[in-house]
């Protein structure tokens, strides 16, 4: 046993004396040809140490390094793919037996490296493979013993750890893209796997100094698959991004914390990483995110989150699962009152609500406006089968410019391509409403169909605020149902199919007054004072209509109000953007309004509305109004008797003492000349 010791003693002290004579007998030039002709049997570039080169093993492997380069890919734009001023290490020896690693210095001084992907899409680190008769084989029972645990490393310690001066470039050929990041500086401590780890740097990106930090109070689980806390801040003078959780990379990876993000300007952050964001709104600037991070595996989430994008303030939680054939995402959002203009264009001196600068009253016929049509571009819905959805969206209340919209809910689903919209609470203007969209993306035509209901609206400051229109008001009921198929917008149209059904009550028309038209039709169209001191009152004003191919037609336009009927009907060519419709108002002897008939007889003065959407033409049909009455010309005087006629004695400018009926009188045929001003 003695001789054993004696032997293992001797075995040891040439081993060391080996170790420490090597660098003495073996010229550093020997050492500079070994290591650059592995590094090129290994990769197929070239290691070039230009500078001086030190080595020593015991009691610790040392090795300084200067001025070492190693070169790029072929055809690259930059000759080295990395650079370094100086390298130095320096490795404790004897505790790597027992499975501790020790660092007592790695400094890397002035780094340069060049990542480069050429056009063709080829990576500059994607090396040629070593010759394999250049590969010796490795020994029986090698790779078995060079794994398990007894390879385990049982500790780790690192003493000077920098990072000095470095410089990181991508060059993307086949985009034309460059990135670059410079002064680059990293100092990391740790005593050993059970005492707090801290890496702290800074770099500049874009002409602004990132600061960076990662810390971890127990680091030995980052080593071994279990739980240990981590800490994480990004900050920059445009963004700043906290975290504070654990990490865990066992089987797979869990991350758990809590996460912080602001910016003082989104504006300013996107026109810094390069992507300026190109709108006149003055909208997009403070933002903060804060919540709750999970990360298991494939599935990602984030929970109890606190958003706010300028004055918008919510919270919600996103759920995305990646582990299916595609992403499942799941989200919620309640927000505060929405105020999305800041996020619209100024509007124009002298515009008003709506984008009307004549607050709504163009002339007619004027043909001011340029004609529209419908865009022939593809509508390509596929990307709604990128992944399936569902998403809660709840607001206090939306502005949009002057439209001052109340409490309202909808409810997303994506599902293989379907999308479906339900609008399950909406407040507008003293009315409520529900909807629904479905938009079908599986086939190469997409499908659209949409419904919608609104009861209690009041429309005169719904119609003034949306679109600067004045000239109705009343409380109205609508509600509509229509489907389209089509690859483009003008296909959508052609194929456009529905109905649907419009209702004001107690209200008026203002700008025109129907009753001075049938008094006096050609003077009515002439009166340039008509659309600020003439109204039409009305107790109900309804329609309907069915769109059949795109053709839009109403029948049954009806307006009833004391002493005055209204009629109309006719049709509006979708695709072809025109209208052709028929307006006709009588004067009749009765003072039922809401609830009265709509055939009441009486004297009529048709009007015609025709012609492409952008320049209408209003016409009076006075051969329409002189045939009617031609037909039957005793009942249309007969209707006018007694209240009625009392009140309607200015227009036909008859009646009796007593009231009790309008009597034509003498020259009643003159009379009719002036109702039609001949």
């Not at 739980?227 to 963004?239: H, Y």
């Not at 918008?312 to 759920?319: C, R």
């Not at 004549?358 to 571009?377: L, R, V």
Request: cysteine-free; hydrophobic content about 40%; proline content about 5%.
């Amino acid at each position: 046993m003695k001789k054993v010791l004696i032997g293992v003693a001797v075995l040891v002290v040439v081993v060391v004396a080996a170790a420490v004579a090597i660098p003495f007998f073996v010229p550093t030039e020997e050492i500079k040809t070994r290591i650059t002709q592995g590094v090129e049997s290994a990769t197929g570039r070239q290691l070039v140490i230009a500078g001086d080169l030190s080595v020593s093993v015991l009691p610790s492997l040392e090795v300084v390094a200067e001025d070492i380069s190693f070169s790029n890919a072929e055809g690259a734009a930059d000759p080295n793919m990395a650079s370094l001023q100086a390298l130095r290490l320096k490795l404790q020896i004897l505790p790597l037996i027992s499975g501790n690693v020790q660092v007592d210095e790695f400094v890397l001084v002035d780094p340069v490296i060049n990542l480069e992907i050429d056009e063709n899409g080829k990576p500059n680190w994607e090396f040629a493979s070593a010759p394999a008769a250049d590969a010796a084989p490795a020994p029986s029972g090698e790779a078995e013993s060079s794994g398990g645990a007894g390879s385990a490393i049982s500790d780790i310690s690192l003493g000077d750890i920098q990072l000095v001066n470095g410089n990181l470039k991508f060059t993307d050929a086949a985009s034309g893209t460059v990135q670059e990041v410079s002064d680059i500086n990293l100092a990391v401590t740790l005593t050993d796997l059970d005492s707090p780890f801290t890496a702290d740097g800074s770099l500049q990106w874009n002409a602004k100094t990132i600061n960076m930090a990662v810390t971890s109070e127990k680091p030995r689980g980052l080593t071994t698959g279990e739980e240990a806390p981590v800490g994480l801040s990004v900050e920059t003078d445009v963004i700043k991004l906290g975290f504070e959780g654990s990490v865990a990379t066992a089987a797979k990876l869990l991350v758990a914390g809590a996460l912080d993000v602001s910016t003082p300007s989104i504006r300013d952050l996107a026109a810094w990483t390069g992507n300026p964001i190109e709108f006149e709104g003055t909208g997009l600037g403070p933002f903060s995110l804060a919540g709750k991070v999970d990360v298991d595996g494939a599935t990602y989430s984030f929970t109890d989150a606190k958003i706010a994008i300028d004055e918008i303030e919510g919270d919600g939680s996103v759920s995305i699962a990646t582990a299916g054939a595609k992403p499942q995402i799941d989200a919620a959002l309640n927000l505060g009152v929405l105020d999305l203009n800041p996020y619209l264009p100024p509007a124009k001196e002298g515009e008003a609500a709506g984008g009307d600068a004549s607050g709504g009253d163009s002339a007619a016929g004027s043909g001011s406006a340029e004609p529209a049509d419908w865009s022939d571009d593809p509508i390509d819905a596929s990307g709604l089968r990128a992944m399936n959805a569902n998403f809660a969206l709840t607001v206090a209340g939306i502005l949009v410019q002057e439209i001052k919209v109340g409490q309202s809910a909808l409810n997303v689903a994506l599902k293989d391509g379907l999308l479906g919209v339900d609008l399950t609470e909406l407040n507008l203007y003293d009315g409520k409403g529900q909807g629904k969209l479905s938009v079908d993306g599986r086939n190469a035509a997409p499908a659209i169909s949409k419904s919608f209901a609104m009861s209690g609206i009041s429309a005169e400051p719904l119609l003034t605020d949306a679109a600067g229109f004045d000239r109705l008001s009343g409380t109205g009921n609508m509600e509509f149902a229509i489907t389209a198929t089509g690859a483009s917008q003008r296909q959508m149209v052609e194929n456009l199919n529905g109905k649907g059904q419009v209702t004001f009550n107690d209200g008026a028309i203002k700008g025109i007054n129907l009753a001075a038209m049938v008094r006096n039709a050609a003077n009515a169209f002439l009166d340039p004072d008509a659309s600020e001191t003439q109204k039409t009152d009305f107790a109900e004003l309804s329609g309907s209509f069915d769109i059949k191919n795109g053709l839009l037609s109403n029948q049954d336009l009806k307006l009833l109000s004391p002493l005055l009927r209204v009629e109309g009907k006719g049709t509006s060519d979708l695709p072809s953007r025109t209208v052709d419709y028929r307006v006709e108002p009588k004067a009749v002897a009765s003072l039922e309004g809401q609830g009265g008939t709509g055939d009441a007889s009486g004297l009529a003065v048709p009007v015609l509305v025709s012609g492409p959407w952008h320049d209408l033409s209003y016409q009076p049909d006075l051969a329409g109004a002189v045939e009617g009455l031609a037909k039957d010309p005793g009942k249309a005087l007969e209707s006018l008797g007694g209240d009625a006629g009392k009140a309607l004695e200015g227009v036909l400018g008859g009646g009796d003492e007593e009231g009790g009926g309008v009597k034509l009188p003498e020259g009643a045929g003159d009379a009719l000349k002036g109702l039609f001003g001949n």
